[in-house]
């Protein structure tokens, strides 16, 4: 992997910025996803960079693609594996600025760490997240992708349609071909979302986004961590590599069952 010198401008909204928080929470409930520059400062960013390629060299990253196409390794539930990485997902800052945009109480689901190699990688397809979360709230939750390194539109940055979390819920049987399937959907503007190190951006789940392939010679780090409603329980998606949750008992894989305790702990 090649080293990159991490570069943060300040710009998260402070607790005491009132106006700015509101401006921010207004873009996040028009658009489904807002980008907030320099949540982590230089040196929290090279720490949390230097532990995400620990993690990607000591532990088995998961592969996502098919075939010879891999659109990323990452490492699934790293909040489990590291306390640097729990501590990212519950970082004060991103946890008061995920909650404001909520508007309400949350708790940590998983986080990952992300590996988008360097050439070669193939594009992530146009998604959204709720059918990929197994529980109550899925319709309401949000992920907050934090880039570990300067990610230009050319290292796969992230692309976001604006509004398409607002549409009516589609309910085709392929949550990945339906992005698009929604009457007026494909025409939509995107907006693409180039991020330097130490900045993050907050995505709704019912927020249709892609990105990119990694065509420079720097592979692309990032963290992606998914809150939900303080309240939400155990709801099966159907489909098995979702709906096993690493370290939890068998009495929470229940339907119905809370979603709490320090496996799923609450923000603040």
């Known amino acids: ?26 873009r996040y409930r028009r658009d489904g996803f807002v980008h907030v520059p320099g949540v982590l400062d230089a040196e929290e960013t090279a720490q949390y960079l230097a532990e995400a390629r620990r993690l990607l060299v000591d532990d088995q990253p998961a592969r996502w693609g098919s075939g010879d196409e891999t659109v990323m390794d990452y490492i699934p539930d790293a909040q489990l594996r590291s306390e640097p990485m729990r501590h990212l997902a519950t970082h004060p800052r991103i946890a008061a600025i995920a909650e404001r945009l909520a508007g309400t109480p949350l708790r940590l689901f998983k986080l990952e760490v992300l590996h988008k190699d360097r050439q070669g990688s193939a594009p992530t397809d146009p998604h959204h997240d709720v059918f990929a979360f197994p529980f109550s709230t899925a319709g309401t939750a949000l992920t907050a ?17 604006p509004g398409s979390h607002l549409l009516p819920p589609d309910t085709g049987a392929d949550p990945w071909a339906s992005a698009f399937a929604r009457p007026g959907e494909m025409w939509m503007p995107r907006i693409t979302v180039p991020l330097r190190a130490g900045d993050c951006t907050f995505h709704h ?17 990032s963290t992606s961590a998914v809150y939900m409603d303080a309240t939400a329980t155990y709801l099966p998606t159907g489909m098995p ?25 609450l923000l603040r």
């Open 1 to 26: 992997m090649q080293d990159i010198e991490p570069r943060v401008i300040a710009g998260a909204p402070a607790q005491s910025e009132p106006a700015a928080m509101e401006r921010l929470v207004a």
């Open 241 to 265: 590599f979702l709906d096993e949750l690493p370290g939890t008992r068998a009495e929470t894989l229940r339907e119905g069952a809370p979603l709490a305790g320090d496996r799923f702990p």
């Open 205 to 221: 789940a019912r927020t249709v986004h892609s990105a990119g392939a990694n065509t420079t010679e720097t592979p692309r780090l």
């Open 145 to 161: 992708w934090v880039a570990l390194v300067d990610v230009p539109a050319e290292r796969g940055c992230m692309t976001f349609v």
